[in-house]
């Protein structure tokens, strides 16, 4: 069945809340977990249930996630038939190239989606980490008759995630949605969507059609909310863990968390890798001044320091004399000699130089800027 | 097919006894070195960075893993339209065929995918050694000399010099003569296995080397020497950088421990291996970074991918996948993809074989007792060798310098 299912990703979401995470790139290329990048994953899923049909709408600040995926060769997505459809936005007499939301977005991309020859289209964001496969889904959603299938998870009542654009769901007992809030106040549901919905191609070419036709931009807003009691919507529940990067602090735990095996097991299951870009980078070198604990350590890194508590991704230098501890610190930065680090996050290419002290806090780590010097 | 300036033939077809165990069930070039390498990617990646884009792999010794390693050639940039790499395993052709008989015999036999891209020189590499070349430097040396043949040597120590391939030069740096492990070397140019050849002249010697019965058809025992008869002009290029035999044991061990030498020889964050421009390319393993854990203690070693440790790890060198237990101790070893130290074990100056599992308590590289009888360390010397695929029961005793062939070790089974 999964050969008849199409992905559609899409990587224009707010990130703002990422501040300066997001000044260069866009969320989908938000680095994660010492070698990933933010799409990795949602991309390895689909890729791993088998589909081999995937458009990816990009929306600014591009650069980065372009040079990321490339031809798709590292998802296997460098196909004849099909592959990796990398749809940036373009200006013609109806367009004006910046999306009002997902449902203008779906819209400019609707070639994209009529030449798609697949029944099944699965819509995702870019900024929720998860490590599966979707067959039970695509099981569930055909078997349900569902018109629109909602992946979710359970999360607190009072989720403190500082979450944004969230999209809670009233599931009943038989599993259809009866209900569905966005940003509540005070949510009533422990339910709270993955960014994940599957319905058919032609219902989601009629959906965008018509719902473009009122003047409405958005696919939650303007599509779901309002179509709750008249579509058959169903939710799939999910147990893995899911990360939700729509803010610095989540961003901050959901790296961190990475430290936690059930976590590293859940999201590294080596049944279904999650693929990236691959680098070449060397090994991790440990020079005699190192203490490491508790850390998770990418290639190319080279360790004199200590180390407790940190993801340090690719080709980072720990210099002599190093304390870092509760650190984030992003590919290729350089911390030289005795300088002190807690609660940080480092974007990729920063210097910062002996003696140096920076600190931060739990809820507030202290975040440097790509390519600063300091 | 488009003309090519340069192709390279890797002779891979060593079995690699003197690595024992290791190479059971893989042939040399597969054998994994330096954390994520493999030996094939130096001489594949020196390759991609020199600008030769055609590869033939001969190989005739347990293909399968260095097949799949090879793959389409996409690690090393070398999945390419016209040209790229492939594996040239011996093929029975009409009514004949043999296996490959010597170096110059497994290029002979592939003379006809040399013709195919109609290449100007040749240049002939083995897959056993560590070292990062400029081909193309050798190639325009080779070019400029307007030489027949050029050889790269290096200058090893005299007293070492009766080991190796030795040839003589004049001042100008021809080849006037080439001594097979000579009593008394007159010259310390020891030949590294890598030859340029203009293929027109090649082909011939080839041909020619193939309808002389008693030959060995070898590269160094009959095509160079007839070369030299015949007054070629041969050239020797000269090498000054890293480089590194890893066919036995103790050298592989050694060319490891390199990389974590203080200061390296194999400098990972310098020049041999952190060079944008010249990277050493491999196959990824797709595993996330390595965890450290909250007991671990790591100094002195190189650590990679998916690896966990929450033991001590000292001076070594950790593969992907690997897993060090906590209170396990890992010392001057190699641990290779996906061995397993399980709680409290103790490896000292050992290589553990691929997915090895050294159990709980156990000892590797421990001292000699007893009990131990007589075993061969005539390959091994001190440094103690599991193979792949090993389970070491919990609690046993494997002493200094034994090899451990594959199946469950401890107590009732020894296999030396």
């Given amino acids: 069945m999964q050969g008849n299912v199409f992905g559609l990703v899409y990587t224009g979401e707010s990130s703002m809340q990422l501040r300066d995470l997001t000044y260069s790139r866009s969320v989908a290329a938000v680095p994660f977990a010492g070698r990933y990048r933010c799409i990795d994953f949602v991309l390895s899923s689909l890729v791993n249930t088998g589909i081999s049909n995937v458009g990816v709408i990009a929306q600014k600040n591009y650069h980065s996630l372009m040079d990321h995926l490339g031809s798709g060769k590292e998802w296997e997505l460098h196909r004849k038939r099909d592959g990796l ?93 009866q209900d569905l809030q966005l940003n509540p106040y005070r949510p009533t549901s422990f339910h709270s969507a993955c960014d994940v919905f599957m319905l058919e191609k032609t219902l989601l070419e009629y959906l965008i059609e018509e719902a473009v036709s009122h003047g409405f931009t958005d696919f939650i807003r303007d599509v779901l909310l309002k179509k709750v009691h008249t579509l058959k919507i169903y939710g799939w529940r999910y147990d893995g863990y899911i990360g939700c990067l729509s803010s610095i602090a989540s961003y901050f735990t959901h790296n961190m968390n990475i430290l936690t095996r059930q976590v590293r097991d859940d999201l590294f299951n080596p049944d279904h890798p999650i693929y990236t870009k691959v680098k070449d980078e060397v090994p991790a070198h440990y020079l005699p001044g190192a203490k490491t604990r508790n850390s998770l350590i990418a290639d190319g890194c080279v360790v004199d320091g200590e180390v407790d508590s940190c993801v340090l991704f690719r080709g980072v230098k720990v210099g002599k004399g190093v304390k870092l501890s509760n650190c984030l610190v992003l590919q290729g930065c350089d911390i030289q000699e005795g300088c002190e680090l807690d609660y940080v996050i480092l974007d990729k290419g920063c210097t910062v130089h002996s003696g140096c002290r920076l600190a931060g806090y739990d809820k507030f780590p202290v975040i440097i800027r790509k390519g600063s010097s300091i | 097919m488009i003309k090519k300036k340069i192709i390279a033939m890797l002779l891979a077809g060593g079995q690699g006894s003197r690595l024992s165990v290791l190479t059971n069930r893989i042939a040399k070039p597969a054998m994994p070195f330096g954390g994520r390498y493999r030996i094939i990617d130096f001489p594949l990646s020196n390759c991609a960075n020199s600008d030769i884009d055609t590869v033939g792999v001969l190989t005739q010794y347990e293909p399968m893993e260095l097949n799949g390693y090879i793959g389409t050639g996409q690690a090393w940039d070398l999945d390419r339209n016209s040209g790229g790499v492939f594996v040239l395993p011996p093929y029975i052709s009409g009514s004949r065929g043999e296996w490959y008989s010597g170096t110059a015999n497994a290029i002979y036999q592939n003379i006809a995918f040399i013709d195919r891209y109609d290449p100007e020189y040749v240049l002939i590499l083995s897959g056993d050694h560590i070292y990062r070349m400029d081909y193309a430097q050798m190639l325009a040396r080779h070019v400029e000399s307007n030489a027949d043949a050029t050889i790269a040597v290096r200058g090893v120590p005299i007293e070492e010099a009766h080991r190796f391939g030795i040839m003589n030069t004049d001042a100008e740096g021809n080849i006037i003569e080439f001594e097979e492990k000579p009593r008394a070397p007159k010259s310390n140019k020891a030949s590294m296995g890598i030859y340029i050849f203009s293929w027109e002249q090649l082909r011939q010697y080839l041909i020619a080397d193939e309808a002389t019965p008693d030959s060995e058809n070898d590269f160094g025992q009959n095509i160079i020497p007839a070369m030299l008869r015949d007054k070629r002009r041969m050239i020797a290029y000269e090498f000054k950088s890293y480089w590194k035999d890893v066919g036995t044991i103790q050298s592989l061990w050694e060319a490891n421990m390199d990389i974590i030498a203080e ?127 090993t389970e070491i029961a919990a609690g046993s005793h494997v002493p200094v310098g034994m090899i451990v062939n594959t199946g469950l070790y401890g107590g009732k089974q020894k296999e030396a």
């Fill in chain 1, 85 to 177: 459809f990398i749809l940036p936005p373009f200006v013609t007499h109806d367009n004006t190239g910046i999306y009002k939301g997902t449902l203008d977005a779906y819209r400019s991309v609707l070639g994209y989606i009529r030449r798609s020859s697949q029944r099944y289209v699965i819509l995702t964001g870019s900024h929720t980490v998860f490590n599966t496969t979707f067959h039970k889904m695509i099981e569930q959603h055909i078997q349900t008759g569902a018109d629109i299938t909602i992946m979710y998870n359970e999360v607190p009542l009072e989720h403190n995630d500082d979450q944004f654009d969230e999209l809670r769901l009233d599931v009943d007992e038989t599993g259809r949605v």
């Fill in chain 2, 263 to 389: 200061p390296p020889l194999l400098d990972l964050s310098g020049k041999f291996f952190n060079d944008r421009e010249w990277r050493i390319f491999s196959k990824s393993p797709i595993m996330p970074p390595h965890y450290v854990g909250p007991q671990a203690s790591i100094e002195r070693s190189i650590i990679t991918e998916g690896c966990e440790i929450d033991g001590t790890v000292t001076h070594s060198v950790i593969f992907a996948g690997v897993t060090v237990e906590p209170e396990a101790e890992v010392i001057d070893s190699v641990l290779l993809p996906g061995a397993r130290v399980q709680r409290g074990a103790h490896v000292r100056k050992a290589i553990i074989g691929e997915n090895s599992v050294v159990g709980e308590a156990a000892t590797v590289g421990a001292a000699r007792q007893p009990g131990d009888g007589d075993y061969d360390t005539s390959l091994t010397g001190d440094i103690t060798l599991i193979a792949s695929g």
